[in-house]
């Protein structure tokens, strides 16, 4: 028989409440159950959910952003290399197309391009020695040395009254050497300089005529010597023909080198030195030498004489004055111990020193000079005012005159004398007579044909 529990046997005698109330119990029991059996679903379920959260938050944590930044930092360099390299590239194409396009290669031409380089560079070699020799620019004409060459010596017209002081007496003057410093263009200009020398020089005052070539600045240039049957062949058969001309053959490198060489080579003891494109005058040599023997009877070596341009004079209502000689002496002390001791003395002796000097045409400097030539170029345009002392560094004494026989000059010719001063690089400290003449004349004065400086 089997076992029975005490409440099972007991359970007839219970009343209806109790076990109303067990029932609600065992609910309620149930119902509990139920609650954690859902509430461990629920667990279950919601773990996966918060680990794929968790493995999602862990993409932003501070690490892995760093991470992150340094991938797009390298990624950025990588694409700045590119760039550069791309901008290295571009201009190499550019240039290889230029190459290809000046040289015109093809594809079976591409082989041959160290032949063409070759021959490129002797093309350009061949180049440079043709524009280093003498070209045609030495030719002084294309024809033949004209038949009345070399010509005669014109009758020297009558001096005018102005100027006849220069001509009184009968000195006998020693002659001069003319000096003719030119580049290879100025030689263009010497059969005109040399036919007015030979037709207004007396040959007895004539010594010599030496041409003294130098290259232009920033030039190079060989050193040429006159041949037969050379570029210049024309300019050699003029001066063959041409009495007492002489071509130095050594070409300087400046004008003042040039002028040097000259005066070493110079057999005269006055020389006289002449642009290229300067005309003389009659009577031009005369008064010169006249003015180096004053000196030499005053015990100077070595003068320098610039020329002079005297002012205009025009007679009132009327047409313009005649021609007239004006001589203007220009003294330089080049001591520089003697240039305070003139400064100090030009305040007081100024004003007589002008007196005295404009009353016999003859100015002397008294006062030192900011620039060493800018006193001459002013004396050229105002030959009656006080001009100061030159400085040279060897401290030796120069006197240089200006003699002004000029016949009313327009500005045009003032300035273009002015501009002529480029003697003024070639203070030698030796004799040199620099008178030169211009083209710029007035054909209708006779004034103007007499004196063209």
Known sequence: MPHQWPAARESPSRDPEESANNEQQQQQQSDGSSDAHKTAAAATTAAPTAAATAAKRRWFTPCDTGWRSRGKVKMTLVLLLLLLLLLLLLPLLFFTEQLLA?????????????????????????????????????????????????????????????????????????PASIIVAATDSDLLLLQQLLQ??????????????????????????????????????????????????????????????????AVRAATAAAVVVLPAEALVSPHWLQPMLLLLQQQQQQQQQHIIVYPATAKQSQMPGG???????????????????????????????????????????????????????????????AADTPEPLLQHKDGVYLEVSLLAAACQLPEEERS???????????????????????????????????FKF
């Open 196 to 261: 007015h020398l030979l037709q207004h020089t007396p040959h007895h005052l004539l010594q010599e005529v030496l041409v003294s070539p130098y290259q232009q600045q920033q030039q190079q240039q060989q050193n040429y010597i006159l041949r037969n049957g050379g570029p210049l062949e024309p300019l050699m058969a003029l001066l063959q023909q041409t009495p007492k001309v002489i071509v130095l053959h050594e070409t300087q490198k400046t004008y003042a080198a040039a002028v040097r060489a």
């Open 416 to 450: 273009l004398i002015q501009a002529k001063m480029r003697v003024a690089e070639a203070w030698l400290g030796d004799i040199a007579v620099l008178p030169w003449k211009y083209k710029m004349v007035r054909r209708n004065s006779l004034a103007g044909d007499l």
């Open 319 to 381: 047409p313009l004055g005649g021609p007239y000689c004006h001589r203007a002496e220009l003294t330089w002390a080049l001591n520089r111990r003697e240039v305070q001791k003139a400064e100090e003395a030009a305040a007081t002796t100024t004003a007589a020193t002008a007196a005295k000097a404009a009353a016999a045409d003859i100015v002397t400097s008294s006062v030192l000079p900011i620039g060493a030539f800018a006193a001459a170029r002013e004396l050229l345009l």
């Open 102 to 174: 000046l040289l015109s290669l093809d594809s079976s031409s591409i082989w041959l391009f160290p032949q063409q380089q070759q021959q490129q560079q002797q093309q350009q070699q061949q180049q440079q020695k043709k524009q280093q020799q003498p070209q045609q620019v030495f030719h002084i004409q294309d024809e033949q040395v004209p038949s009345d060459w070399p010509p005669a010596p014109l009758p020297p017209p009558p001096v005018p009254p102005e100027c006849q002081a220069f001509f009184e007496g009968n000195l006998s003057l020693s």
